[in-house]
């Protein structure tokens, strides 16, 4: 990463739409885009729930942070995966690199959104519910979020706009 932080990163839970938004959001802007759920996969050729199942939580945290801590892509989109905020290595790696966006939804917009959470790749515990999942990573979002979008009516293309006014790329 540079010293500058022109890199948007955006956080969030699953089914929060960072993948997408950060599609439109890299043509919108003419940049590059990177999912960090996609650079797992491909760099340890296997799901990410695939290695949930069977290298356990713990060890896909330490895949995540791994793969989070190389990536040096100046003005990119970067989304990532949802259990990221676990890191606070990976965070600030992430943060001296670029403006963090938190894309916050209403809990009950994730359940209906998520409909496959136990083969999705979403770190979390064994039985552990949508929303306790919820309950643990909000305040972390908030935590390390330079700005926060609420998303819960917005349309993708609404995120989209609202990340570029709040900053100032519009």
Known sequence: MTTQRNNIVLIGMPGAGKSTVGVLLAKALSRNFVDTDLIIQASEGRRLQDIIDED???AFRVVEERHVLTLSIPGAVI???GSVVY???AMSHLQVGGM???LELPLDTIRKRITNMDDRGVAKAPGQSLE???TEREPLYTRYA???IPCGDL????VVKAVMESLSLA
């Open 132 to 134: 306790a999942l919820y």
């Open 100 to 102: 963090v966006v938190y």
């Open 87 to 89: 890191s606070s290595t």
């Open 56 to 58: 356990g939580l713990e």
């Open 146 to 148: 330079d700005v926060v």
């Open 155 to 158: 349309g993708h293309d609404d």
């Open 79 to 81: 989304a990532t995966g």
